[in-house]
């Protein structure tokens, strides 16, 4: 059981990053981004921070990145993830 929900938070960091990089606020090449900003919503019992990190590096492997955990408003079980980036 725990690894389907490891597998299940994984995947769920996934599409979290994939969303806030495909927003039509992101007109940028994923791949020019320098610096970047991670805002990370999520239940307080996931540890998904280093996964969505990981996630965010795939797609920008040049930006440096900062990082924060921040409370999940609707107080769900969904992981949302907001990019602030450079170029």
Known sequence: KDI?????????CFVAVDEAFRSPWFTG??????QAIVLIAAPPDASVADEIVH??????PAADLAWAL???PS??????VQ?????
Do not use: K
């Not at 090449?29 to 320098?34: C, G, P, S, T, Y």
């Open 4 to 12: 389907r929900a490891g597998a299940t938070y994984r995947y769920r």
């Open 29 to 34: 090449r994923h791949e020019d981004v320098r």
């Open 55 to 60: 996630e965010v590096h795939l797609r920008s």
């Open 70 to 72: 921040v409370p999940e």
């Open 75 to 80: 107080g769900g079980d969904r992981v949302v």
């Open 83 to 87: 990019v602030l980036a450079g170029l």
